[in-house]
Nanobody
Framework: QVQLVESGGESVQAGGSLRLSCAASGRTFSSYAMGWFRQAPGKERLFVGGISRSADNTFYADSVKGRFTISRDNANNTVTLQMNSLKPEDTAVYYC????????????????????WGQGTQVTVSS
């Protein structure tokens, strides 16, 4: 069992930056590939980016590539989403997710590969 708690969401102006954090409980954090998803009002939840267990590999949605960066600290059970050059279309609730993985290098990009989800944190970008 893994519990995930996101933090760092707030309102910012376009062009600004935010850093989201996800704190995980449990002593097996390094067994999980981690991901970030987001859901805008009235829309489906979409993949943002993911990182492998070992942090060797990352993968991003085209919409955020070059602007967002995922990192993880296995010693402190945290995963971070650094978001730069924010746009109004980045406005959404952001969710952290954990997926059990046998491979240390695999990144998941579909919801069904993730087993645990946080409650989400709101990011609002104004123009």
């Amino acid at each position: 069992q893994v519990q995930l708690v996101e933090s760092g969401g707030e309102s910012v102006q376009a062009g600004g930056s935010l850093r989201l954090s996800c704190a995980a409980s449990g002593r097996t954090f390094s067994s999980y590939a981690m991901g970030w998803f987001r859901q805008a009002p009235g829309k489906e939840r979409l993949f943002v980016g993911g990182i492998s267990r070992s942090a060797d590999n990352t993968f991003y949605a085209d919409s955020v590539k070059g602007r967002f960066t995922i990192s993880r600290d296995n010693a402190n059970n945290t995963v971070t989403l650094q978001m730069n050059s924010l746009k109004p279309e980045d406005t959404a609730v952001y969710y952290c997710a954990a997926g059990s993985s046998d491979s240390s290098r695999t990144v998941f990009y579909t919801e069904n590969r993730y087993d645990y989800w946080g409650q989400g944190t709101q990011v609002t970008v104004s123009s």
